[in-house]
DNA sequence: ATTATCTATAGATCTATAGATAATGC
DNA sequence: ATTATCTATAGATCTATAGATAATGC
């Protein structure tokens, strides 16, 4: 009880890591304010001494969980790809989303993909935070792709993102099944190799490896 | 009071009725049996002559709403293009689909788009609805596509639908901005043009349609 | 006589607040 | 002395149930 060495600006850090997985897992609204504080091994009374309204700690979260998911693909984008003299991993980036590993693990996954249906619903201050985020994935992804596709990199950019973000929603949709395996699989595939986008980047045997149904 | 001459079947198909369109706007949880019944100018205590629980009226609305939209779907593709002697109007529809006016119309629109964030939160029932409406979309989607692809046409669908549900759903998230009509617009030239899927069908004029933002 | 709808309420849950408790820092 | 956390509770809201009311059909 009272002042433990977790300080103030601890617990507050620790509320809002474990909002944002909880959110990306059962939705913004998905969980209480009181199971969060028992997540955390605190009593619900005590959130006001951290925030003015839960309002407050979904911004926050929200803000952590969005950055977090840019900061990962810019890292799969273009650290994977170091030292062997290209300058992106489009393909590694693909493999890593779209995969049965991201679809069961939303509380650790994409932001944008696990909240995205909730933001229609919120205010447009949420909102702006997604077209933020958004904003900037569409540069990372845009600057990944291949220089020989820079004139309208942005557009394909659109393109791909929007095929990402509806393939993983749509194999979430539907439940573990054949169904939810093959929508992953299909359109990792088509995106990987649809345009000869990535063919200099990854052996044809590596983009077709097999996925166990 | 009493007996109204709505009968029980009309006051339930009403109910049903307004619960899809509530659902789809607001989420499945976005909205109170309570107000759901004021909607319709009754009294919350009703609502059990109808229903023997809220889980079955999510089932039945959603099932309504899912069915709509595969109906809404194959008119568009099919039902647009009688008289010139092609089959189908892929174009018609996917311009149908990624608009501001669908964006905008989330209690009319695609069930799929609106809810599909909502299914992995839900139970497997819900996620099985979901996974049955969706493979008769793909198959519509696939029987749509110009016939000399026929021999990947279900890979294409699948790629396809992923990315009209992300554009859709990306645009909605992102609130009404230029990068909404931006998603909307550039998604719907792109799948349109792509791979002279439909170069016979539309003139490339009406395909670059200006958007006014 | 039947039964769709209404009134009233139980029980659970949620956000938010008020005041008590006790561990830390000065 | 300060203040993070706890205990207790107010007030709102939600699903579900019980019994009353009144319009329809036989």
Do not use: W
């Amino acid at each position: 009880m009272g002042y433990s060495k977790a300080s103030k600006a601890n617990t507050h850090a620790r509320l809002v890591e474990a909002a944002a997985a909880r959110f990306k897992e059962r939705g913004i609204d998905g969980i209480s304010l009181a199971d969060l504080m028992k997540e955390l091994k605190l009593t619900h009374g005590g959130f006001y001494r951290h925030f003015d309204s839960r309002d407050e700690l979904v911004a926050e979260a929200l803000a952590l969980a969005l950055a977090r998911s840019g900061e990962t693909m810019r890292e799969r984008l273009f650290d994977g790809a170091k030292g062997d003299g290209t300058q992106s991993d489009l393909a590694g980036f693909i493999d890593f989303y779209l995969n049965e590993a991201h679809r069961d693990g939303r509380a650790g996954g994409c932001a944008v993909a696990a909240l995205a249906g909730d933001a229609p619903r919120k205010s447009v201050q949420v909102q702006a935070q997604f077209r933020e985020q958004i904003e900037r994935n569409i540069a990372a992804l845009s600057e990944a792709l291949p220089p020989n596709t820079a004139a309208d990199s942005r557009e394909q950019a659109l393109v791909m993102l929007s095929t990402l973000y509806g393939a993983l929603t749509m194999a979430r949709a539907v439940g573990d099944s054949p169904l939810s395996r093959e929508v992953l699989r299909t359109v990792r595939k088509r995106l990987t190799d649809a345009g000869g986008l990535n063919k200099k980047r990854r052996p044809r045997k590596k983009e077709l490896a097999p996925i166990r149904d």
